[in-house]
């Protein structure tokens, strides 16, 4: 009769876990592109300044810049990579709300260092009703 070789199955078993995590690893998503732009007043085409655009506001040209943001994803080899949804809003006082909305199915696995440039957004006013009585 044979004996059972625990030292050939420790060693088949240890060669399938190596193979196993070889075909994975943590990989680098995009979360959210740097995103840059102007925002513009819709009437009198000029800058609109400090106005929020996501979690920044944009400066005396109205200019604005969002930071990239990653995340780190375990995944196995072949994986497809996630969508990408960003859904950022643009508000300023006495202007109409906007957003700045991006979506890629496969968008997740954009290369680090990955812009978007939003161009040139421009905003209306509100316009404000007086009571004439």
């Known amino acids: 009769m044979r004996k059972f070789n625990f ?3 420790t060693a088949l078993f240890l060669f399938i876990a190596i193979a196993f995590v070889c075909q994975s690893c943590f990989v680098s998503r995009c979360k959210r592109p740097q995103i ?3 925002i513009y007043d819709s009437i009198t085409r000029q ?3 400090n106005c929020k655009v996501g979690e920044n506001l944009t400066d005396t040209k109205g200019y604005f810049q969002l930071k990239e943001q990653r995340y780190s994803q375990f995944t196995f080899f072949g994986y497809e990579a996630p969508p990408l949804l960003v859904n950022e809003e643009i508000y300023k006082e006495e202007y109409e709300k906007k957003a700045i909305h991006l979506f890629n199915p496969f968008g997740g696995g954009n290369r680090k260092g ?3 440039n939003a ?3 421009f905003l209306k006013r509100i316009l404000k009703s007086t009571d004439y009585k």
């Open 119 to 121: 161009d040139t957004i």
């Open 7 to 9: 030292k050939k199955l």
């Open 47 to 49: 800058p609109i300044a």
């Open 114 to 116: 990955t812009i978007h």
């Open 36 to 38: 840059v732009g102007y």
